[in-house]
């Protein structure tokens, strides 16, 4: 490619979801976030979302986007929206995972489930940008 990052793969999708799940893994063995998760309000849902979207934008416009030479031809909106969706659907989808593979679901009843789910994807979605963050990285 000519400028000096990859076009988003399915590969970066599973790199995406691995590193979602490592985060998340820390997370829920910690604890707190299942007690927090207990206590949110929407006020509180809506933050933990608006501040996700904002520090993964941040993070893929200064990790991803600040390596792409021909800004022109790749507009940040159209470079954010395959990597930000991508992220957030894993976070999401991992953070489901963890909350019904390990019962999460019947300590925290049926009706704090999406509060965890939010509550989990803030940390899974950085988590999930980890590995363009090792990209940039040259060793």
């Known amino acids: 490619m000519k400028d000096g990052i990859q076009h988003f793969s399915r590969e970066d999708f599973f790199y995406s979801f691995f590193g979602a799940l490592f985060v998340g893994f820390v997370f829920m063995s910690k604890g707190f976030l299942i ?3 207990k206590n949110l309000t929407n006020v ?26 021909d800004k022109i031809h790749r507009s940040f909106v159209e ?9 957030y659907f894993s976070s999401i ?5 963890l909350i019904y593979s390990y019962g999460i679901d019947k300590m925290i009843g049926s009706g704090n489930i999406i509060n965890a789910i939010v509550a ?20």
């Open 120 to 139: 989990f994807s803030m940390p899974c979605s950085l988590g999930a940008t980890l590995s363009d963050l090792v990209k940039k990285i040259k060793f």
């Open 44 to 69: 509180h849902l809506i933050m933990i979302t608006v501040l996700t979207v904002i520090f993964t934008t941040i993070q893929i416009y200064f990790v991803g986007y600040t390596r792409v030479q």
């Open 93 to 97: 989808l991992v953070s489901l995972l």
């Open 79 to 87: 470079f954010w929206a395959k990597r930000f969706f991508t992220v």
């Open 35 to 37: 007690d927090i998760s």
